[in-house]
């Protein structure tokens, strides 16, 4: 991972896979980790959480789907939203607990059949 400081060469270079935070005005690219290492859209999605992690905040642009379950204090957080729907049915199907699913500012309940 690649870090560029400073808003100004964030902005003039041509933009590469990666995450810009606005707040600290800094650029992480991902060029050598999607195209070297062949890590795939996953290393985003890692990358992304474990800055959140250490943070508070996820870059610009990135807002993730939550899955909060309503009896018990499991839940998870991806970027991707067909895991978190996974987690979310796999999760009601062996425990019988209701789910909330919510991205952005939009909520939906997931029960057991």
Request: glycine residues 8%; contains cysteine.
């Amino acid at each position: 991972m690649q870090k560029r400081g400073g808003c100004q060469s964030a902005r003039s270079e041509p933009r590469r896979p990666g995450c810009f935070f606005r707040l600290a005005c800094e650029e992480w690219t991902l060029a050598y980790e999607l195209d070297e290492l062949g890590l795939g859209n996953g290393a985003l999605e890692a990358f992304a959480i474990d800055h959140r992690e250490h943070t508070g905040d996820y870059p610009d642009d990135v807002t993730p789907w939550v899955a909060d379950c309503r009896h018990c204090p499991d839940g998870v957080e991806r970027i991707d939203e067909t895991a978190v729907r996974r987690w979310a049915r796999t999760h009601t199907r062996h425990t019988n607990h209701e789910v909330d699913l919510s991205y952005d500012s939009e909520t939906e309940r997931v029960t057991p059949e």
